[in-house]
């Protein structure tokens, strides 16, 4: 399925990939983890197309990724064992 998915994502974005992943898909994840998780959902199929693997090599989106996983991460704190989102 995530393949499908996949399929009707690259041809949406066709002109602009980083544009989908940057803005389009946040606005719909409001909830970075949310977002991350999907993200990480189509990690393997996204890399497995041509286009996809291209787009994301050279149009900042892993970098953005990165980006939003530290700042999601650095929002988080452990308290007696327990995660508690600043």
Do not use: H
């Not at 399929?7 to 989908?20: G, K, T």
């Not at 996809?52 to 007696?80: A, C, H, N, P, R």
């Amino acid at each position: 399925m995530n393949e499908n998915i996949v399929s009707v994502l690259n041809q949406f974005s066709r002109y602009n990939f980083e544009a989908l992943f940057t803005v389009n898909l946040r606005k719909y994840f409001e909830d970075i983890p949310k977002y991350l998780r999907f993200v990480y959902q189509l990690l393997e199929p996204l890399e497995q197309q041509k286009f996809s693997k291209e787009q994301l090599s050279t149009t900042g989106v892993i970098d953005y990724w990165l980006e939003i996983s530290m700042k999601s991460y650095d929002d988080f704190i452990i308290v007696e064992g327990k995660e508690i989102v600043m």
